[in-house]
C-alpha cells in the first residue's frame, strides 16, 4: 500500500495511490480477547508505515489516537510498539547495526 502525506491534515500519511512505495508484512504471534500480538516487518520504512497500515485495514496500534480516529477502548496512554531487532541494510544487501 503506498504512503503519501494525508490531504487532510498535514501532519498524518495516509495510504494514496500517488504515494511512494511501502511494504508491511504481518504475522499473528497471539489472538487475545480484545486484541492481537503481531510480528510486523517492514521492507521499505515509510513515515508512520506501521501505524498507517494497521489503521488502513481496521486494525490500530494499541494506545494509537491519531491514526485510529482518537479511538482508544483500553485507555492507553501511548502506543506499545517495541522492537525486538533493530537491522539496517545497506544498498548493496550487507548489514549494519
Not at 501532519?11 to 512505495?21: I, L, R
Not at 499473528?28 to 497500515?53: A, M, N, P
Not at 482518537?70 to 550487507?94: D, L, M, Q, S
Request: proline share 4%; net charge positive.
Amino acid at each position: 500500500m503506498p504512503i503519501a502525506r494525508s490531504t487532510k491534515d498535514r501532519k498524518k500519511m495516509a495510504v494514496s495511490n500517488n504515494g511512494k512505495e511501502a511494504i508491511t508484512h504481518f504475522k499473528v504471534l497471539k489472538r487475545y480477547k480484545e486484541f492481537t500480538l503481531l510480528e510486523i516487518k517492514i521492507d521499505t520504512g515509510r513515515t508512520h508505515q506501521i501505524r498507517v497500515h494497521m489503521a488502513e485495514i481496521k486494525h490500530p496500534v494499541v494506545g494509537d489516537i491519531v491514526y485510529s480516529n482518537g479511538k482508544n477502548p483500553f485507555g492507553v496512554i501511548r502506543t506499545n510498539a517495541t522492537c525486538k531487532t533493530n537491522r539496517i541494510y545497506t544498498p548493496n544487501n550487507t548489514e549494519k547495526d
